[in-house]
C-alpha cells in the first residue's frame, strides 16, 4: 500500500490498498480491546484480594448471650460440632467477651445485642419479623473482631447460625470468613 496526494479527502492524502489497512485495524483493535480486558480483570482480581481479608476464625469463642434460652444454647451447640465436623477445629464456648484481639462469635437476639451495645451497620438491619436473622462482623467495640449472629427472636438465632455455618469459608484445619460479611 502507498500514499498518493489527492484531493479526495480533508488531509489531502488518500490511501492505496485501504482493505489491508482496515484488516490492520481491525486486528490492532482486537489486541487492544483483549489488553484492556487483560488489565482489568487483573486490577479487579487485585483489588478484591486486598478488600477482603478474611478473618481466622480456628480460635474464636463462641459466647451466648442468654444461655438459659435452650434453644439459642442448641444453636450454639450446633455450630461448636458443625465446625469440628467439617475442620477439626474445637470451638470453646465463653462466658462473656474475651479480652484482647481473640476473634469471638456472639450469638443472641437482636434485643440482646442491642442491650450490649452492638448495633449493626448502615445497610445491614435485622428485619422485625420472627425467624428473620443477620450475621455481621463488629470490630468497633473490643480489640479483636466480634461476629455477630442474631435472630430476631430465637427460632431466628439457629437460622443466623445456619447462615453463619454457609458464609464460613472452611477446610481442613481452616475457619474463615469475609471481614467484609455484612
Not at 478488600?51 to 442468654?66: F, G, K, T, Y
Request: aromatic letters at 6%; charged letters at 20%.
Amino acid at each position: 500500500a502507498g500514499l498518493r496526494r489527492g484531493a479526495g479527502n480533508v488531509s489531502g492524502w488518500s490511501v492505496i490498498g485501504s482493505t489491508s489497512q482496515r484488516a490492520f485495524e481491525h486486528v490492532a483493535g482486537i489486541i487492544m480491546f483483549k489488553s484492556a480486558f487483560f488489565l482489568l480483570a487483573l486490577l479487579g482480581f487485585i483489588s478484591a484480594t486486598v478488600s477482603a481479608a478474611p478473618l481466622d476464625l480456628s480460635h474464636a469463642r463462641i459466647v451466648v448471650l442468654n444461655p438459659q434460652a435452650k434453644i439459642e444454647a442448641k444453636g450454639a451447640a450446633i455450630l461448636r460440632d458443625e465446625v469440628d465436623k467439617r475442620t477439626r477445629i474445637g470451638l470453646e464456648f465463653a462466658a462473656k467477651l474475651p479480652e484482647g484481639s481473640e476473634p469471638a462469635i456472639l450469638i443472641g437476639t437482636a434485643e440482646e445485642l442491642a442491650r450490649g451495645s452492638f448495633q449493626p451497620p448502615a445497610g445491614c438491619q435485622v428485619p422485625a419479623v420472627p425467624d428473620a436473622c443477620g450475621v455481621w462482623v463488629d470490630t468497633t467495640r473490643r480489640a479483636g473482631p466480634t461476629i455477630c449472629v442474631v435472630g430476631y427472636d430465637l427460632r431466628g438465632t439457629v437460622f443466623a447460625v445456619g447462615r453463619l455455618l454457609r458464609l464460613a469459608e472452611m477446610g481442613r484445619d481452616k475457619l474463615q470468613l469475609d471481614a467484609q460479611t455484612r
